[in-house]
């Protein structure tokens, strides 16, 4: 009897393995150097997998229930061991467990700016992070891929593992996808929708996982590309410039804020009305109106209207003007746009040239 319970104690009758700690992806069953028995018993739960894995190579894999392990359960394990004609003999074999079960709350994240090619605005350098759920489909492919030999695979070293490659099938698709930048910074609820399926391309084919929500919570952008996409959207809201430029200098005139800005306006506007009243001679003899005290002369002959005066303008009066910046001012004078004339280190702008600008 001794012998028999020694031999007994060399080999493995039940494999079964519980999960309580809610964060472990994959477990490789301890077998201490015992061989399986033949005919022993394999409990598989739900939300579990058991892989068979035989001298490096994936054998069976076998779903939830209670499997009795001979040559017909595990057919491809029973020809690696030779058992082609029910030869059955203890046997050894790594048996891994692969929780199946959706794993919810994972963050993911850009460390580094992502490189995007954007129609709008050329080159853009991003940044995005959110949340994903996932669940193994393919354990033969996730424990060859993500891993490996590792007896007790944690969700803490998968993150660790598939951040940076997760990042990487993200960036791949948004390429793909060709969204551009200003849609990505402000539809995050459809561009995570939209990327699901994309991704899950990816993640199937090269890690054997299924996200089953991406959650893109944020993309950030450089400042400067923040600053372009505000003017953008000011630009959209003004609508036509030069009515809004127009709708401006009437108020500052009103109000007495114009300043040489004004002045240039207003010489602007009393020329449009010298040129409609000397139309208006040349059709026949003005009358002069009547005014007690006043005799009537005859007209004297018409004598060229005196040139008006040059206004000008610096950088500042033009930027209040065009309700811009003055650094955008000078950028125009700098690429010739708009042209102006620079006295030593100071620029100023004759309304003639203002003019041309809005009308080009």
Do not use: C
Not at 121 to 136: H, L, N, P, Q
Not at 343 to 358: E, H, K, N, T, Y
């Amino acid at each position: 009897m001794a012998i028999m319970d020694f031999l007994n104690r060399q080999f493995i009758d039940v494999i079964e393995w519980t999960d309580d700690s809610r964060d472990t992806l994959s477990y490789r069953f301890p077998d201490d150097d015992k061989q399986i028995k033949n005919e022993a018993q394999l409990i598989v739960r739900e939300s579990q997998v058991a892989q068979f894995v035989y001298v490096g190579q994936f054998a069976d894999t076998l779903g939830p229930g209670r499997h009795t392990l001979k040559t017909e359960n595990i057919p491809i394990l029973s020809d690696l061991l030779g058992w082609k004609y029910k030869f059955q003999t203890p046997f050894k074999a790594d048996v891994y467990y692969v929780v199946t079960r959706v794993f919810t709350g994972n963050k993911w994240g850009t460390s580094n700016p992502v490189m995007m090619r954007d129609a709008d605005f050329g080159v853009v350098r991003m940044r995005a992070f959110g949340t994903y759920d996932f669940k193994i489909v393919d354990p033969v492919k996730f424990l060859k891929e993500v891993a490996g030999t590792d007896h007790h695979f944690r969700l803490d070293e998968f993150n660790d593992v598939m951040r940076s490659r997760l990042v990487s099938v993200f960036s791949e698709t948004l390429a793909k996808a060709k969204v551009p930048a200003l849609d990505v910074a402000t539809r995050y609820g459809e561009l995570g929708e939209a990327l699901l399926e994309p991704i899950n391309v990816a993640t199937r084919e090269k890690y054997g996982i299924e996200m089953t929500a991406f959650v893109v919570e944020n993309v950030s952008v450089p400042p400067e590309l923040e600053q372009a996409i505000d003017k953008r959207g000011s630009m959209t809201a003004i609508g036509n410039l030069n009515d809004y430029i127009k709708y401006n200098m009437g108020n500052a005139l009103a109000e007495g804020k114009a300043g040489t800005a004004g002045i240039g306006a207003e010489l602007a506007a009393g020329l449009a009305m010298g040129q409609s009243m000397m139309q208006g001679m040349a059709g026949g003899t003005a009358q002069a109106p009547s005014q007690p005290g006043l005799v009537p002369q005859a007209p004297a002959a018409a004598a060229a209207p005196p040139s008006a005066p040059i206004a000008l303008m610096t950088p500042e009066q033009v930027a209040e003007a065009l309700g811009v910046s003055p650094a955008d001012v000078l950028q125009e004078l700098e690429a010739g746009n708009l042209k102006g004339r620079k006295i030593g280190s100071q620029w100023r702008v004759p309304q003639a040239a203002l003019d041309d600008f809005l009308k080009g």
